[in-house]
């Protein structure tokens, strides 16, 4: 059972590091360069990457929530009970951050999205990226959470 907790949570780990990589580069690089562009520009690229990246990114944030949650149902049906409280811990978060982004910046997207392949400016764009910004540091930090958690599983496997 030892080799399947490692291979669950070294999934886990992969498929949640791809949305912790993809926050953190929107957290430090994506926030202050949409400070520098127009309404214009900002309503287009960012309407364009949301209209991408939920498509592409949806599959990968369930693997890893699954996975996540596989590691600490094996660990735990196995008495590794580091690993399942780990497991446990990073399944949380992930539902956290699950929560977050459906409630907070999934609309974001998809009214930046919507604005974007109708070729318009919505009057409060500036205002739904501040809305989408609100909450950045928070997924980025339970993307980490759950990343640590997921190692110290996987340590202790």
């Known amino acids: 059972m030892r080799t399947l907790i490692e291979i669950l949570a070294g999934l886990a780990i992969l498929a949640n590091a791809v949305i912790y990589g993809t926050d953190v580069f929107g957290a430090i690089i994506l926030r202050p360069a949409n400070a520098a562009v127009d309404d214009r520009t900002l309503t287009q690229l960012l309407g364009h990457i949301h209209r991408i990246a939920d498509r592409r990114l949806r599959n990968i944030t369930v693997v890893g929530l699954i996975t996540a949650a596989a590691t600490a149902a094996v660990a735990a049906a196995s008495g590794h009970g580091v690993s399942a409280a780990a497991g446990a811990l990073a399944t949380l978060a992930l539902l956290i951050f699950i929560a977050v982004y459906n409630r907070v910046s ?34 980025v930090a339970l993307q980490t959470l759950a990343l640590a958690a997921l190692c110290i599983g996987l340590a202790a496997a």
């Open 106 to 139: 999934k609309p974001v997207n998809t009214a930046l999205t919507s604005a974007a392949l109708a070729g318009r400016v919505p009057g409060d764009a500036r205002q739904l990226q501040a809305r989408w910004d609100s909450v950045i540091n928070a997924r």
